[in-house]
């Protein structure tokens, strides 16, 4: 179990550097007069959010294979990353 919190926790931490979130997270701090209620606010949106992933995924997965879903998401991310590079997104 705690390897599964640590990785998750590796894997998700990375992935939100520089990300679109932690660029307008550090937009409203820079914004506000108190940086806590940024940090509370952009936290509780973070477990607000996975807390939803987590429950779609274990909806989801009931009916679609977990390949497919994983395979879906890699191509959606491909396509993503060629939209952010063309100017697109």
């Known amino acids: 179990m705690l390897r599964v919190i640590f990785t998750t926790f590796i894997i998700v931490f990375l992935a939100e550097l520089g990300d679109k979130t932690q660029l307008q997270t550090m937009l409203l701090a820079t914004q506000s007069k108190s940086v806590w209620p940024v ?51």
């Open 39 to 89: 940090f509370i606010g952009s936290s509780l949106a973070l477990i607000l959010s996975s807390l939803v992933g987590v429950f779609a995924a274990t909806y989801i997965t009931k009916y679609i294979n977990p390949q497919y879903l994983q395979m879906a998401a890699g191509v959606l991310f491909i396509i993503i990353g060629f939209l952010t590079l063309s100017g697109k997104l």
